[in-house]
């Protein structure tokens, strides 16, 4: 018996071969998208977690803006559970290339903490060796054996360097994020690259022997997966265990810089206050030579009414008051340079008593891997390719529930009357269940592992073929997460086994007798639309159509659901690349009118120098501050933003549109608070009336209260103020030293190259993107919607010439032609597959719409309304595979047999 039921149950997968195919196809691409995807991003979190601990990446850093001493690193050893510790520099520096200036950070090499990955060449030694970014490289055109200038307030020993390697670093892992190498002081704030230097390049007397920051390596979080919530929790709990150390080191740092200043002005007031006496003798001694001299003059009076006779006695005394009155201008010189001494020192106490006088208690800033570098920026890429695996795999997950529903469906309405002949034998409904699950569950289980098979082969490799070139992390290997495969399994049975039991439930309880029946039509039953004017102006070959259509539910939905989620992912696709296109277009049509940037260091230039030039040559400019700040909401964390500080609010609005997210009117600079650009607003949930803390260079924070949100489409997070306002909130003068330029300037370059402060001139081409990682996505989805559609419409057709060829071959007899009998077929099929095509248009609208916020990684924020060319662009090619799908499948309707009607 068991045999027998083995033998019809492969009988009935074989009979519906091209269903059964179809359905385990689309399980399969459902799964294969969803396993595929996730486990590229497991892949490259373990490469990740791999390259950390190969490359020994930091466990915490620590920071703070009164500097950390030789003391401070033995304290910090002494913490429970730290291994290594070491001091180090960091700092801004202005690389020349290109006749341009721009920002990188200057890093000092360390022993055994992050170690540095060589890409090419060695490490340096010398003071004057250095090793760049590999990415600086690349874009820069730079070599090893090259010479670099790098410009700076004397921070370093030197300012040329030879490049003797190329390299990475584990605290940059990413490639393509903006405003990721730290902040500086100068120009946008923004430091683009990194090169390492010894630390004998450092001039350790311009940081007061101290260091700006220490790396820690600590052993409580040894052997914790990093992207894992355990290490997460534990950093945590680390952190805050760590705190009130850290407190009490920044409190004994100040109390030390406070006592060693008090010690400075002490022994200056001294000096000063013996110098006064010292000059107060000297005076009274010039006063006394000055007496002296007075009665030697007297003298000499005397002895010249004398004449010849004490003539002798004059000379002498002539000489003696030439020699007296030299000492005493000499004393005089001698007395003025002390008096200016005095001043300058008196001066300079002054100076130094407000400086003591500003000392304050600088916290410890101690970050985590989140906070260090761009580590955020691969958590941030693989929760995206996360997001895009469940998006995509759920519209296919409901392509195939649809199917999977219709086509067991067919299946059991076919064979009505078999299973009441089971039942007449003997057959127990749960016999007669147990098969039709089982061939539910053999389509599932087979769909699950070419799912599986595809995920590994396709999928994952196109992911990782997009997506590892965005890091640093070398070559990232295949990896089979089981969690998500046996999720993915489990799921699609569970939908196979509710769609088996919602089918075969209430049909196994009918009774032998009406199942023998067969499938009988409802009688005297009219169909709503039957009393409509134009059904009724209809003929009957139309009206026949018509019926048919809706008479066949199942073919319905499956015809119109797989139209629509071949065409649903096509749109989402063509959407996400041309909204990534359009991104910038965006901006600089709606947001921003300004065509270049000029970049001064206010430091080492003059921006009115800068400022008449542009005026000089007639160039529309408004200047405002934009610098690279970190920000934050209270107790969350930092993040980095451009703050824009607006001198001249009017003059702005015909560079810089602010346009509000939700009313889309014109906002306006405000005077007492912020405006956060889109994408801020939605990571940290801000809105209007809300908070936020800015950075300053020293590490302390300041709170400011946002006004409201507008439009922006460049990468990176922008906030925009007056000077006053940024002035009163920092404490601190604004530095406007960017220039909004208008129209072509390429003749102005010359002239300001030459101006001394000089940063950059640059379009806005530095923020174009292609989407062009997309195109390999574009092709395998294309690809997928090639076969699906074929799947789908080929097995429907076939099966619906199939349930209908007696009646298409007594159409034939009757005199009906060949063209008319296939448009009795495929015109019902074109008004389905058009429904398809308008549903799946909206489908994939909100599905690309969902996508684009999935893709918007960190501040990236791309165009989200809906394209009416990917529309076009999708309905298109299903058009076409349509087209062809129909053509292959009526070839039959000319081989039906016509003299023997009842063999078809």
Not at 518 to 535: D, Q
């Amino acid at each position: 018996m068991k045999k027998t039921r083995a033998k019809y149950l492969f009988q009935s997968i074989r009979k519906g071969g091209v269903s059964f195919l179809a359905v385990a196809v689309i399980v399969a691409v459902s799964i294969a998208i969803f396993h595929g995807f996730q486990s590229s991003a497991n892949a490259i979190l373990l490469k990740a977690d791999q390259y950390f601990t190969e490359n020994n990446l930091e466990t915490l850093e620590i920071s703070c803006a009164n500097g950390l001493t030789q003391e401070d690193l033995q304290a910090i050893a002494s913490w429970e559970g730290v291994s290594a510790v070491e001091g180090g520099y960091v700092d801004s520096v202005q690389l020349e290339t290109g006749g341009e200036r721009i920002l990188v950070q200057a890093r000092s090499l360390t022993d055994t903490i992050n170690q540095p990955v060589l890409v090419e060449g060695e490490l340096p030694t010398a003071e004057n060796e250095a090793a760049i970014e590999a990415n600086l490289a690349e874009q820069k055109g730079i070599e090893v054996g090259d010479t670099i200038s790098l410009a700076q307030d004397g921070c370093l020993t030197g300012d040329t360097f030879t490049v003797t390697g190329i390299v990475n670093l584990p605290v940059y892992c990413c490639v393509s994020l903006f405003d990721v190498r730290g902040t500086g002081e100068t120009g946008l704030g923004s430091n683009e690259y990194f090169v390492c230097l010894p630390q004998a390049a450092f001039d350790a007397g311009y940081y007061s022997d101290c260091y700006t920051i220490a790396y820690v390596d600590s052993d409580v979080l040894d052997g914790m997966y990093y992207f894992s919530d355990e290490y997460t929790a534990e950093e945590a709990r680390y952190l805050e265990q760590l705190e009130p150390l850290a407190r009490k080191q920044a409190t004994l740092r100040y109390e030390s810089l406070r006592d060693e200043a008090d010690r400075e002005l002490e022994v200056a007031r001294a000096e000063i206050e013996e110098n006064e006496e010292k000059l107060n003798e000297a005076r009274t001694a010039i006063a006394d030579q000055e007496s002296v001299l007075e009665d030697a003059r007297s003298m000499l009076e005397q002895l010249t009414q004398l004449g010849d006779a004490a003539s002798a006695q004059r000379i002498a005394l002539e000489q003696e008051i030439a020699h007296g009155e030299t000492e005493l201008e000499y004393a005089r010189d001698e007395l003025a340079e002390g008096e200016q001494e005095l001043t300058d020192a008196q001066k300079e106490l002054a100076d130094a008593e407000a400086e003591a006088d500003d000392l304050q208690l600088q916290d410890w800033i101690l970050s985590g891997r989140e906070n260090v570098g761009d580590i955020r920026g691969i958590t941030t890429i693989t929760d995206t390719i996360r997001g895009l695996s469940i998006v995509m795999a759920l519209l296919f997950l409901l392509v195939a529930v649809v199917i999977s529903f219709a086509a067991i469906t067919r299946v059991i309405r076919e064979q009505r009357a078999l299973i009441g002949a089971q039942k007449a034998l003997g057959f127990t409904p749960a016999e007669i269940f147990r098969h039709y699950t089982l061939y539910n569950l053999i389509c599932g289980i087979l769909g699950t592992l070419l799912g599986w098979l595809l995920g590994i082969l396709i999928v994952e490799n196109m992911s990782l073929y997009i997506f590892v070139p965005k890091f640093c992390l070398g070559d990232v290997p295949l990896t089979f997460t089981w969690s998500t495969a046996l999720l993915s399994g489990a799921l699609c049975l569970v939908v196979f086994l509710a769609a088996t039991l919602l089918t075969c439930t209430k049909l196994v309880r009918e009774p032998a007798v009406d199942l023998l029946r067969g499938e009988v039509p409802a009688r005297g039953k009219r169909l709503f639309f039957e009393k409509w004017g134009f059904y009724q102006k209809l003929n009957l070959y139309s009206r026949t159509m018509v019926k048919n259509v809706l008479s066949d539910k199942g073919r319905m939905a499956t015809t119109m659901v797989g139209v629509m989620g071949c065409t649903a992912l096509l749109v989402a696709c063509f959407s996400m690349k041309l909204g990534i296109q359009n991104a910038l277009g965006t901006h600089f049509d709606q947001c921003a009118s300004y065509d270049y940037r000029l970049v001064v260091d206010s430091q080492t230039g003059s921006v009115k120098d800068f400022a008449q030039l542009l005026e000089d040559e007639n160039i529309s400019c408004t200047l405002i501050q934009d610098k690279l700040k970190n920000f934050r909401v209270e107790d969350g964390r930092w993040e980095s933003a451009h703050v824009v500080a607006v001198p001249d609010t009017q003059t702005l609005e015909g560079f810089i549109r602010l346009t509000d997210i939700h009313t889309g009117e014109a906002l306006s600079v405000p005077e007492d608070g912020v405006l956060v650009s889109r994408r801020a607003a939605e990571e940290l949930q801000l809105s209007a009336g809300s908070t936020i803390e800015l950075m300053d260079e020293n590490g302390k924070t300041h709170t400011a209260t946002v006004a409201g949100v507008f439009e922006h489409y460049l990468p990176y997070h922008q906030i925009v103020t007056s000077e006053i306002y940024y002035a009163q909130v920092m404490g601190e003068e604004a530095d406007p030293s960017v220039f909004l330029l208008q129209g072509d300037v390429s003749a102005l370059r010359g002239q300001v190259e030459e101006q001394e402060g000089f940063l950059s001139l640059r379009d806005n081409s530095q923020y174009e993107r292609s989407g062009g990682e997309l195109d390999m996505v574009i092709a395998v989805c294309t690809v997928l919607s090639a076969v699906m559609s074929v799947l789908v419409l080929l097995n429907q057709i076939s099966m619906y010439i199939s349930s209908k060829a007696r009646e298409l071959a007594v159409m034939r007899v009757n005199g009906y032609t060949l063209s008319q009998t296939k448009a009795y077929v495929y015109k019902d099929n074109v008004v389905l597959i058009v429904l398809g095509l308008l549903a799946g248009c909206l489908f994939g609208v909100a599905m690309a719409y969902i996508d684009v916020r999935v893709i918007e990684a960190g501040a990236e924020h791309y165009v989200r309304s809906p394209n009416l060319f990917a529309c076009l662009l999708a309905c298109g090619i299903m058009v076409v595979f349509a087209v062809v799908v129909n053509l292959i499948a009526l070839r039959r309707i000319k081989h039906l047999n016509l003299t023997k009607v009842s063999d078809n």
